[in-house]
């Protein structure tokens, strides 16, 4: 747990990553920064080389590529293997070599590098060597991991030649010890040739394994190991717009923890242990302050949340055992630093010397844990912890990596399917139900006052309101710039395009209604279609919908699996003040609809009151999967799906089915912060609120 992920880096999301074994400390460690050679290990039986076809075609043939791990008693050993004929100037890449590895496991052993062309075999470890590198790639996004790389590069390598490398390193994690978990998987897209993966151990080391079907059925199983050999093993295309769990495919499992509650019992002493305060500790008068400060206990947790995210800035620190073993409390309040493992150790530390019950919870922020009850257990299935805490019998989540502004909730800020929660007693893992939202994530309002006539520009005012991670990414972009700076980036970016002036930009983070509150105001040049005799035609902004996709697989493909829907609730709501020399009769419309179709709702309505054409667009996910017969009867209705503008019409001599009056608010009526605003038709309302309030927000 420690590095950051997703696009949020870019704005410093505080996540954390479980992935590559602990720096330890100490001179010893000198002999590990550097590559040495030696022989192939005895484990290791490379493969056959594969002929080169006639024929081939691509940049490169594979001869032969081997991925060996094995399992002993001081964690693991990776071998890698491979022999390369390049076919194309495209391929000469593959001369850059590069080896990763974490100095606290030993050193790389690098096995031979060599070069064959013709009938000549050259030696490039003879005139080249390694260059090593202490890269933190990931230091943008405050990461410190202390992992090396080697470089080289094959000098004078050529369209014909043949690139034959093979090295290992030892992997361990002196958190884990020997029980650890890992996967073996062979790409989606391979270039032609033999490829083979094995995983081998010593006596009383054999992980559980877990296959693929499509592994599973060319394992060749033995006593010590498991073996998969591929020649041109082909292009695997996953199913088509399934669940992220029908995309496992060409995978390998493996792991020694029985269950999930084995790695729950193993990682929550660490954070007992981190989140214990010594006697003179400073973080007990935080307490008592927080305490005395705040008389109910949610308060007190909100306080206690608001100081690590306030008063300990974000820096992820791999080293020292820091990749599973949180830092301290009282050692990261010291240095007011720490990761996600230490923000939270430090959060359990005071939210426990107030008496409030709280627990570590693993979960996985890149969105990949669909289908994790159906892995093996392995702590590498998460890149983040926090914390869940009981308040006044109800869980709360509390996420010390995020901005101030993310107050306490019973449901997590991001869209979570799985976690764990570590207790010495152990627990499984726990299932979060997807409901639809019941508040939209990004709501845009567009207030166009053109009562000065068709001619003459309007003046507009343009407000989003954005929920949820990209509201937070919002706040952390906005919330430091100056409000004239704000104004003249918008002013620069906007005017030249629809926008003829822009005249004020505000922002505000409206921590109530957990939304980032933009506001644009300035003038537009309407786009009136002139239609003769005086009539005119209007596209509302933000009125229309691009059609659905139809939902189907290429032949061969899984035709029965489930269709995914992203979950999203958007809403735009426009309001245009008519020309004051305009009447209500003169004006007509496009037709409202409330289309159900592929598991999402498209809504539109419109109506005019008070000299105001209103407008609501919204579109919601209803269900996250739809089965494979209703997308296939779906598929049918599509010919009958209204995606049409939301055109408005005015007439001089009137219309005959002019634009009812209608109950649709304006933009200027009702706060469209609060979380019951008329984005969808009334009974999808009422349902989304009945949902809401009977769903439990934790599955089990």
């Known amino acids: 747990m420690g590095r950051q992920s997703r696009d949020w880096v870019k704005v410093r999301y505080l996540t954390c990553i479980l992935l590559a074994a602990a720096l330890a400390p100490g001179s010893a460690l000198a002999d590990n920064n550097r590559v040495k050679s030696g022989p192939v290990p005895e484990w290791v039986a490379p493969s056959d080389l594969m002929p080169v076809p006639a024929n081939a075609s691509g940049s490169a043939f594979v001869r032969r590529q081997d991925a060996l791990i094995h399992l002993d008693g001081q964690g693991e050993e990776r071998y890698a293997g491979y022999r390369i004929r390049i076919l194309q100037s495209s391929a000469l890449g593959v001369g850059n070599i590069a080896i990763a590895w974490n100095p606290a496991a030993g050193s790389p052993v690098v096995h031979n590098i060599k070069v064959y062309r013709g009938g000549e075999v050259i030696d490039v470890l003879k005139t080249t060597s390694f260059e090593i590198l202490r890269r933190e790639d990931q230091l943008e996004a405050a990461s410190l991991d202390g992992m090396l790389t080697a470089v080289l590069r094959v000098a004078d390598l050529r369209v014909g030649d043949e690139l034959e490398v093979g090295y290992t390193i030892r992997v361990n994690d ?272 567009i207030e166009v006052d053109a009562r000065s006539g068709f001619e003459q520009p309007a003046r507009v005012v343009s407000t989003s309101i954005v929920r949820g991670i990209e509201g937070l990414q919002q706040q952390v972009q906005l919330s430091g710039v100056p409000s004239d700076q704000l104004r003249e980036g918008f002013r620069q970016k906007l005017v030249g395009g629809t926008w003829q002036t822009v005249e004020d930009v505000t922002w505000r983070y409206d921590q109530a209604a957990q939304a980032s509150v933009l506001t644009i105001s300035g003038t537009w040049q309407l786009d009136w279609d002139d239609d003769g005799n005086g009539a005119r035609s209007l596209a509302l902004p933000g009125g229309g919908f691009s059609p659905p996709d139809r939902r189907g697989r290429a032949a061969g493909q899984n035709q029965d699996l489930p269709y995914y829907n992203k979950p999203n609730f958007a809403c735009s709501v426009t309001t245009v003040r008519l020309p004051t020399t305009t009447r209500a009769r003169q004006w007509a419309s496009k037709p409202g609809f409330d289309n159900h179709i592929f598991g999402q709702n498209y809504y539109r309505t419109i109506a005019l009151r008070d000299g105001a054409i209103r407008m609501i667009r919204g579109f919601r996910t209803e269900r996250e999967e739809v089965d494979a017969a209703a997308a296939r009867r779906d598929n049918e209705r599509m010919a009958a799906f209204d995606n049409s503008m939301a055109w408005i019409y005015f007439e001089p001599v009137g219309q005959e089915n002019p634009i009812p009056g209608g109950t649709v608010p304006a933009t200027y009526e009702i706060d469209w912060t609060a979380d019951n605003v008329p984005c969808l038709a009334a009974a999808a309302r009422e349902n989304a609120a009945g949902a809401a309030s009977a769903s439990p927000a934790i599955g089990n």
């Open 174 to 445: 002196p958190t884990l010890g020997n029980d650890d978990a890992g996967l073996l998987l062979l790409g989606a897209a391979p270039a032609p040739g033999r490829y083979r993966l094995a995983l081998s151990w010593n006596d009383g080391r054999k992980p559980n394994l877990k296959m693929s079907p499509d592994m599973a059925t060319v394992a060749r199983n033995g006593e010590h190991a498991v073996d998969f050999r591929f020649d041109d093993p082909g292009i695997l295309s996953p199913p088509k717009d399934a669940p992220a769990r029908f995309q496992w495919q060409r995978i390998v499992e493996y792991s020694d923890f029985p269950d999930w509650a084995a790695v729950s019992r193993r990682l929550a002493p660490l954070f007992a242990k981190a989140s214990g305060l010594a006697a003179g500790s400073p973080l007990k008068q935080e307490a008592s302050r927080i305490a005395a400060a705040n008389p109910g206990p949610l308060g007190r947790a909100s306080a206690a949340l608001k100081l690590v995210q306030q008063n300990v800035r974000y820096i992820y620190v791999g080293l020292d055992r820091g990749n599973l073993t949180p830092a301290t409390a009282d050692e990261t309040w010291q240095r007011r630093y720490g990761d996600c493992k230490a923000k939270t150790a430090l959060l359990l530390a005071l939210l426990g010397a107030m008496g409030i019950e709280a627990e570590p919870v693993l979960v996985n922020n890149g969105g990949t844990d669909d289908g994790l009850d159906e892995r093996l257990p392995s702590p590498r299935m998460f890149d983040h912890v926090l914390v869940r805490a009981r308040i006044d019998r109800t869980w709360y989540w509390l996420d010390g990596t995020l901005p101030s502004v993310a107050a306490p909730d019973t449901a997590p800020t991001l869209p979570y399917r799985w976690f764990l929660p570590l207790t010495d007693q152990g627990s499984s893992l726990e299932h979060i139900a997807w409901h639809p939202a019941n508040r939209p994530d990004e709501l845009t309002l």
